[in-house]
């Protein structure tokens, strides 16, 4: 088996907001090859910048497109492209947009493997921890007190048991975040996990403060409090303070992610299969979280492709808890997928169909597909 081709296809919604809601577009990532069998991915970049890493011709032979690099090569060849992809860029690579792509190319793959083989990617990266995965609601936090208490209203109806709350208010004013995590956990009662991100906004001395208010209401974590280059910072929350601190979805590669565990001691690692390197990169993330006996959870904040990863990659390992599950109305999210993820009583079906376990809706590339003119 041949890889033939590497399409990388922008969808769009008709408006964008400045809202942290990577669901307002997309970066979708189509491999092909010659015995008919196709691979889905999905980056989360700026979808532009990231086609333009796919497309890029080959330049005085140090910088080359990642559709020349992957073109030819047999997709169980997996750590060879990888490694080929990351030596091919790596003048303009080694993180960033192309790591991104990368890692769209890289789930694509995987997927091409369960296909060409009959199973499961869970399968494939050698486990079956679980036939089900605890879905967390993740949504943007609303603005006022009663904004919360509606939503996580809806969210506990629905049937989930753990819910996210981050960005939108949060990081301005830590007793306004206070005020609206009591609202949350007061309207959740006690037996709803609460996680509250907090979008890099935080000095070290307000996250100290918050962490300390959040563990009286036992939220499981605080996400991403201080921008991901101050590891001294999160080395000395982390230190002071039993609740749990998670970061690591702005990281790119193994390498980093290394770094970040042995030097911030954080106690969630979070590594963005659409970032980080794909399923390849991230199975060995999640082995260096479990030897450092800290928590994986995968960041999923974008649409079904990358939940399908996100599942495979949790039912492979033993310590990851939790699914991110956005619940924004994006049609993007809600409609990318002929079948779309479902949660009941919380959780969600680890797919058990061949490779990634999905298929792509052709009507919403035909409804929010972007054409880009040269």
């Known amino acids: 088996m041949k890889i033939t081709n590497v399409q990388a296809i922008v969808l769009?919604?008709?408006?964008?907001?400045?809202?942290?809601?990577?669901?307002?577009?997309?970066?979708?990532?189509?491999?092909?090859?010659?015995?008919?069998?196709?691979?889905?991915?999905?980056?989360?970049?700026?979808?532009?910048?990231?086609?333009?890493?796919v497309e890029a011709y080959m330049s005085h032979g140090t910088c080359y497109g990642l559709r020349e690099v992957v073109v030819g090569s047999d997709p169980f060849d997996h750590e060879q492209i990888?490694?080929?992809?990351?030596?091919?860029?790596?003048?303009?690579?080694?993180?960033?947009?192309?790591?991104?792509?990368?890692?769209?190319?890289?789930?694509?793959?995987?997927?091409?493997?369960?296909?060409?083989?009959?199973?499961?990617?869970?399968?494939?990266?050698?486990?079956?921890?679980?036939?089900?995965?605890?879905?967390?609601?993740?949504?943007?936090?609303?603005?006022?007190?009663?904004?919360?208490?509606?939503?996580?209203?809806?969210?506990?109806?629905?049937?989930?048991?753990?819910?996210?709350?981050?960005?939108?208010?949060?990081g301005y004013d830590v007793h306004l975040d206070i005020d609206l995590v009591k609202t949350a956990r007061k309207a959740a009662g006690d037996h709803v996990e609460l996680m509250i991100d907090i979008g890099k906004r935080y000095r070290l001395k307000p996250a100290m403060y918050v962490a300390?208010?959040?563990?009286?209401?036992?939220?499981?974590?605080?996400?991403?409090?201080?921008?991901?280059?101050?590891?001294?910072?999160?080395?000395?929350?982390?230190?002071?303070?039993?609740?749990?601190?998670?970061?690591?979805?702005?990281?790119?590669?193994?390498?980093?992610?290394?770094r970040l565990i042995r030097e911030t001691h954080i106690d969630v690692v979070q590594p963005d299969m659409s970032r980080c390197g794909g399923l390849t990169e991230a199975k060995k993330i999640a082995t260096l979280a479990a030897d450092h006996n800290i928590l994986c959870v995968p960041h999923a904040f974008k649409t079904g492709v990358l939940v399908a990863a996100s599942i495979h990659l949790i039912a492979a390992i033993p310590h990851a808890p939790f699914l991110e599950f956005s619940v924004t109305e994006s049609g993007i999210r809600k409609e990318l997928l002929a079948e779309p993820f479902v949660q009941k009583d919380g959780f969600v079906d680890v797919p058990q169909k061949p490779g990634l376990g999905i298929e792509i809706n052709p009507d919403v590339i035909k409804k929010y597909g972007v054409r880009i003119e040269k």
């Not at 408006?15 to 997309?26: C, K, N, P, R």
């Not at 201080?226 to 702005?250: C, F, M, N, Q």
Request: glycine share 10%; aromatic share 10%.
């Open 12 to 53: 769009k919604l008709p408006e964008i907001s400045s809202e942290a809601d990577g669901t307002q577009d997309d970066l979708l990532i189509v491999v092909e090859t010659d015995e008919g069998i196709t691979g889905y991915g999905e980056v989360d970049t700026s979808p532009y910048v990231g086609k333009a890493v």
């Open 82 to 170: 990888w490694n080929d992809m990351w030596a091919k860029t790596y003048y303009y690579g080694r993180t960033g947009p192309v790591m991104h792509v990368m890692s769209g190319i890289d789930m694509a793959i995987w997927d091409i493997m369960g296909k060409a083989t009959g199973k499961p990617v869970h399968k494939l990266l050698g486990g079956s921890y679980s036939d089900k995965v605890r879905a967390y609601a993740s949504a943007l936090m609303p603005s006022s007190k009663d904004g919360v208490k509606k939503m996580v209203d809806s969210y506990v109806s629905q049937g989930f048991t753990a819910i996210k709350f981050g960005w939108g208010p949060l």
């Open 212 to 258: 300390k208010a959040l563990e009286q209401l036992n939220v499981y974590w605080l996400e991403e409090p201080l921008p991901a280059e101050d590891y001294e910072g999160y080395k000395r929350l982390a230190a002071s303070t039993t609740l749990r601190i998670a970061t690591g979805e702005e990281e790119s590669g193994r390498l980093a992610f290394d």
